[in-house]
């Protein structure tokens, strides 16, 4: 995942700042830098063959040469004439061109050289050679056989490419070489996997001149070059076999090759004959971006708009990294919303974190520089994200400690009562004391109270921790941006690209913060139940936090390879990733249809979030019981569920269902809902047992039940058990067919069920959400309840009707799968 | 004509590699069948194979790619054994020791009825200087099922690996018969053909330790038979060429190695041939190529920091890079050669004490390699302990009497009297020294 990230950001970066890129790993030949590579264009024209051959040389053998000759690589130096002509003389007598079996003589016509920069700026060497061989008025009609053979540097590594073309006055009857090139003669080496650099020394075709110019049609397609044919010969040289047989399959099989590449009369586009340009040497594309940079950035005055543009584009960048995940976004945002923060807190958070990734990049560039030697930074990275990781997570407990001891406290918070924490005995006095008055001395009401000027609840010791542990872990983009103005030897130039890209990277994230705390001042502005946003948004959010920083911490751990003599490797990051995919399939699974109709019943008559999310997870619960139940079973007893008993599970569902909305429509349920609800309702907050803070003696069920009613509570309940007996089976085989240890599977049950309460809390919340804040201004609660009511027994009817025809609960065949 | 034609494709396609074949045959399946893992794994062995002969990292990474994908396809059943102990052998290739242990552990894992991935945990460990684990590992590959049980594959990792066990232990004649044993599977079982000559090869080298210059012969003449051009069976003709005095055709022989691969070490011994020859410009020349391939090296991070080293040292040049790049090749690499090369650039840097602790530890297996002899006895006389100077001379030469193109006379000369001269080898010296 690291490797792609660091791919996709350095693709962004050539796209967008293609003059701007230079990676560290200077680009060396792209073929490695002892190859020769060939390339050898041959084109059949009125006359003659001719045979457009260019030879790149590596940097080393570069040099060899260079050394054996006397030449140096300028493209002005006078003995290149000399050279060029020699050795366009010396190659001719290893290449072979036989027209019907013949020899042709090979002429050379033109000769060039270039002298591209490789690795380091060492040279490598680029020589073009176009040659002639003459064709003797060619007898129209009748075939003509070419075979070319290139012995010049046997042996040694290198793309080597042949292409044939011919003039439309000839028709290419059959070739073995493709029409087209991959690397645009040899300025560009494109190698994937499936495309791996061609290794074509040898070629064979055959043409037959037309009786007519000009009557042949342009050709609908030569041989595609990425189209992978059949190779020609069979590997039954697996078995190293060669002689007789391999031959006669070679035969047989090229000769359906040779039809295949083209109908008789197919002719190929060609280039102009005559334009030697068409075959211009070009340096390799893999050294154009670095340089058109050497370019730009040697140019002598770095005028004001070049820096202008260079630092816009920077900062572009910085902004779009800051999009992809990393950087503490998350963190900022979890953070802003848990926290009392204001836009300042955000912007200020913003900014410390950008400075932290920016003092974090140039860190990274002394030590890639200078102490290269001793340490690696590609080693460093791991640590830091750990350390940063378990930074993060102890702050977060901190922060969830926190949020979760304040007993009633919002509304003490209110009155300003003295009051304390249960930790705040523990550890010392001083800084954490202070802080700690400091955050419950601001005052959260609206009424007016003044507040405080210096005291605020989010300090900025947190806001530095925060930040900078948040920012620490360079990016590698950034590394690249800086390393490759260094290496060209603009280290301000590099500096202060650097400073462009955290400045776009500090928008990114002051506008993330800034969101958060607006979308929170908007979530306070309608208090129906502040206990959401005083108790358990805050608790969320550094529940959040604290995973966020294990899973940091945790990833680091493992890319350090700490951890591998102690797990093995590959078992533990499957285990992290298995937790994690249980997470998300639990809660992607609380999503299903039948569940949100069926939760939707219950939360159309509740007027708060707080009640909404206690619903989401008291089905969850629910849910949990029964999969973790009847999914044991299944896992540790091999119990087996017949068809038959599966689609009846699944027509409870449906049952409850259309019970459900029958419930809401007939006001039954309203009934119900008095007869056993809460004791009081509608206290107002203020007269709430004001028992002393922290009282704990109470249990927590019990006031649950005070709170919102046994009914309330059992129903969610009941709902979430009847799923989960509908759903067991399918996640029980699902799990068995992935995890091999019972236990584990039974874990990850539990890990399951997790996640669907989770996901139904945030379901059945975001549900509340609107109805609560509409209610207040419309009296939509009227008409929530029958519409919910409609919806569930429409939905059951259909569920009743499809399990018990389509699926034959009710018929003779029954086709059960679990889903 | 069409037959005509036919026939001179046939020519064309026959000469064409066979590893490239292979190449072209699996790209087709996989093309065919994205998501069969099977044969990204073939594509793989079949791109690790060409990486071989080319000594093209580009392959190694193509190898990489392609194995990769398949373990992506399936990494849990025994199936997926093949792909994971083909891609430790590319993490060795490119020295990720302890990356390509652990995936080799984990190919066994995956299937414990495939036993050759032992020989892969061998080799690391090796080159990582855990020789004791080593030797646990290669037992391994002796199935207690006795001789019928076991594949030629296995047959000939346990014989190749034996062999590389004796040698290392000093019982380099029980190191000769294991891998004449070795090139035999390798014949009968079909091996690839550069798989092949590298067995001989090795033979070869092996012969050549002990002295054997005629055997050494007939070992590299058989590798560049089965191999046409094989970089390395040129060379070691090269080297019996040079030990034999036929000086201008071990200049040939090194040049043709050179063409096909320019390694250092090629380069380096080329330059010491034309110095023995008296050619001092031409050594000159070939020598700065060697100092050329070492600045490419600082930028690529090639894998040729030990070879680099040890060519300083023997040639006095930039000596403290000597040691700065020997104790880089010591951060990964443990294995005695390493420790070897340390203790010489140690040594040629007025470091002896140090060298000696060094050189102990290349010695520690008791390996009988004329050269490690070497450097311990001019270690030795260095710090002044004449006795174990001389014994460890005398040793050297006993084993091979032409060990190398210098250090054979320099170890003679040592031996005869105190010297004054530095013992450095500098191509005007050393052809005043010769006879």
């Known amino acids: 995942m690291r490797d792609h990230k660091i791919a996709r950001t350095l693709l962004l970066l050539m796209l967008l700042m293609s003059w701007l890129a230079n990676p560290l790993a200077i680009d060396a030949h792209p073929m490695g830098n002892f190859s020769i590579s060939h390339y050898a264009g041959i084109h059949v024209g009125s006359g003659f063959i001719e045979l457009h051959y260019i030879i790149d040389m590596a ?86 056989t070419v075979h070319y053979r290139d012995d010049n540097f046997t042996g040694r590594a290198g793309w080597k490419e042949i292409v044939v073309a011919a003039e439309p006055t000839f028709a290419l009857v059959t070739s073995s070489a493709p029409a087209h090139d991959r690397s645009a003669q040899l300025s560009n080496y494109p190698t994937d996997l499936l495309n791996s650099p061609p290794q074509d020394l040898e070629a064979s075709f055959s043409f037959s001149p037309s009786f007519s110019t000009g009557n042949n049609p342009a050709p609908a397609g030569a041989v595609h070059p990425k189209q992978i044919t059949p190779p020609s010969s069979v590997p039954g040289s697996m078995r190293g076999l060669r002689g007789h047989s391999s031959g006669v399959v070679d035969a047989q099989v090229s000769s359906t090759k040779s039809t295949q590449a083209g109908a008789p009369n197919e002719t190929l586009v060609t280039k102009s004959p005559n334009s030697v340009d068409a075959y211009s040497l070009r340096a390799n594309q893999q050294g154009t971006p670095r340089n058109k940079f050497t370019e730009l950035v040697s140019a002598r005055n770095l005028s004001f708009w070049f820096l202008f543009t260079a630092a816009l584009i920077a900062a572009g960048l910085g902004a779009l990294h800051a999009l992809e995940p990393g950087h503490g976004k998350t963190i900022v945002a979890a953070y802003l919303v848990g926290s009392h923060g204001t836009a300042r807190h955000a912007i200020l958070l913003g900014l410390i974190v950008t400075a932290g990734h920016t003092a974090g990049v140039y860190l990274l560039g ?92 989010v300090s900025v010791a947190q806001l530095l921790t925060l930040g900078i542990t948040g920012g620490i872990i360079p990016c590698p983009a950034a590394l690249v941006v800086l390393l490759g103005a260094f290496s060209l030897h603009r280290i301000g130039f590099g500096l202060f690209l650097i400073v462009a890209f955290s400045l776009g990277l500090a928008a990114v994230l002051i506008a993330i913060g800034l969101l958060m705390v607006y979308a929170k001042q908007f979530l306070a502005r309608w208090k129906s139940n502040e206990s959401v946003t005083q108790r358990w948004l805050p608790i969320a959010s550094a529940g959040f936090m604290l995973i966020l920083g294990l899973a940091i911490a945790s990833r680091a751990l493992l890319s350090t390879g700490v951890a591998s003599g102690f797990f093995a490797h590959a078992r533990v990051s499957s285990f992290v990733g298995v937790v994690l995919l249980g997470l998300f399939l639990g809660m992607r699974h609380s999503t299903d249809a039948d569940h949100v109709v069926a939760v939707s019943t219950i939360t159309a008559r509740e007027h708060s979030v707080g009640q909404g999310a206690l619903i989401g997870v008291l089905w969850g619960v629910g849910h949990t019981l029964t999969i973790f139940l009847v999914g044991s079973a299944i896992i540790l007893f091999g119990l087996v569920i017949p068809p038959r008993v599966g689609l009846s599970m699944e027509f409870s569902v449906a049952v409850m269902l259309i019970l459900l909305g029958v419930l809401n429509l007939t006001g039954a349920l309203r009934w119900l809902t008095e007869r056993f609800g809460p004791a009081e309702r509608r206290t107002t907050p203020v007269t709430m047992n004001p028992a002393a803070p922290g009282n704990t003696a109470e249990n927590f069920l019990e006031r649950l039940r005070r709170r919102y009613g046994s009914y309330q509570i059992f129903r969610p309940l009941v709902i979430g058990l009847v799923h989960g007996l509908a759903g067991s089976a399918a996640v029980a085989l699902l799990v068995l067919s992935t995890i091999r240890s019972p236990l584990w599977a039974i874990a990850y049950l539990l890990i399951f069920g997790i996640g669907t309460i989770i996901g139904m809390m945030l379901m059945t919340s975001a549900m509340a959400l609107p109805i609560a804040y509409s209610d207040k201004h419309f009296e939509i609660g009227r008409y929530l309840a029958p519409i919910s009511g409609i919806l569930s027994t429409g939905f059951g009817l259909f569920l009743m009707y499809q399990i018990g025809f389509v699926d034959g609960l009710f018929k003779v065949n029954v086709h059960w799968t679990p889903q | 004509m069409s037959f005509l034609f036919l026939l001179a494709t046939n020519r064309a396609q026959a000469r064409q590699h066979e590893t490239d074949n292979q190449i072209h045959f699996f790209q087709w399946k996989v093309s065919q069948d994205p998501d069969d893992f099977f044969n990204y794994d073939r594509l793989g062995v079949a791109y690790l194979q060409k990486a071989r002969e080319t000594g093209d990292i580009t392959y190694y990474n193509l190898a990489g790619k392609a194995l990769e994908k398949s373990i992506d396809l399936e990494s849990t059943q025994p199936e997926a054994s093949s792909a994971t102990k083909h891609l430790a052998t590319v993490y060795y290739a490119e020295h990720r020791f302890a990356e390509s242990l652990a995936l080799a552990q984990r190919a066994i894992n995956l299937n414990p009825r495939d036993i050759t991935p032992y020989a892969l945990i061998g080799d690391a460990r090796s080159e990582m200087g855990d020789y004791e684990k080593a030797w646990d590992a290669y037992a391994q590959l002796q199935s207690p099922g006795g001789a019928q049980s076991e594949t030629n594959a296995v047959r000939y990792l346990e014989q190749s690996r034996e062999s590389a066990e004796s040698f290392l232990k000093g019982d380099t004649k029980s190191a000769i018969d294991h891998m004449r044993r070795a090139v035999n599977l390798s014949v009968e079982s079909r091996m690839a053909k550069e798989s092949i000559a590298w067995t001989q090869f090795t033979l070869g080298e092996n012969y050549f330790q002990s002295g054997d210059l005629a055997n050494a012969e007939t070992a590299y003449a058989d590798a560049l038979k089965t191999y046409p051009d094989y970089h390395r069976a040129l060379a070691g ?154 014994d460890y001379l005398r040793r050297a030469i006993a084993v091979n009497p032409k060990f190398h193109v210098f250090y054979a006379d320099l170890a003679r000369t040592t031996l005869q009297g105190p010297s004054n001269r530095s013992l450095a080898v500098r191509s005007q010296e050393t052809i005043d020294a010769r006879p």
């Open chain 2, 237 to 390: 003709l090269a080297k019996v060429s040079c030990a034999a005095g036929h000086l201008s055709q071990a200049i040939e022989l090194y040049k043709k190695a050179i063409n096909v691969i320019p390694l250092p070490v090629y380069v380096s011994a080329l330059g010491d041939v034309y110095a023995r020859d008296g050619d001092a410009a031409e050594a000159k020349k070939q020598y700065d190529v060697v100092q050329y391939i070492a600045r490419l090296n600082a930028f690529n991070q090639t894998v040729y920091n030990r070879e680099l080293s040890v060519f300083y040292s023997d040639h006095d040049l930039h000596l403290p890079d000597a040691l700065q790049l020997a104790r880089k090749e010591f951060e990964i690499r443990h294995d005695i050669y390493t420790w070897d090369a340390l203790a010489w650039a140690l040594y040629k840097n007025s470091q002896p004490q140090q060298a000696a602790q060094a050189i102990k530890e290349a010695l520690r297996l008791e390996t009988n390699d004329p050269l490690l002899l070497f450097h311990a006895g001019m270690i030795y006389k260095r710090l002044g302990d004449n006795e174990k100077a001389g």
């Open chain 1, 59 to 144: 940097e080393i053998p570069t040099y060899q040469e260079m050394q054996n000759t006397g030449i140096t690589a300028e493209e002005e130096d006078p003995r290149l004439g000399a050279y060029l002509a020699e050795k366009a003389h010396a190659f001719t007598d290893r290449l072979y061109l036989e027209l019907n079996g013949r020899p042709l003589p090979l002429q050379p016509t033109s000769e060039d050289v270039i002298f591209p920069p490789g690795a380091g700026g060492l040279p490598t060497m680029k020589l073009r050679f176009v040659y002639r061989a003459p064709l003797e008025d060619p007898t129209p009609g009748l075939t003509y």
């Open chain 1, 366 to 457: 002394a030590i890639t520089l200078y102490a290269s030697k001793y340490i690696v930074p590609e080693q460093l990275y791991p640590w830091l994200g750990m350390i940063s990781g378990i930074i993060i997570a102890v702050f977060a407990s901190y922060l969830l400690i926190h949020a979760w001891t304040v007993e009633n406290g919002e509304k003490l918070h209110d009155r300003g009562t003295p009051h304390s924490h249960w930790f705040a005995s523990l550890g010392r006095r001083g800084t954490r004391e202070r802080i700690l008055s400091k955050d419950h001395s601001q005052s959260l009401s609206h009424e007016g109270t003044p507040s405080r000027a210096t005291p605020k609840n």
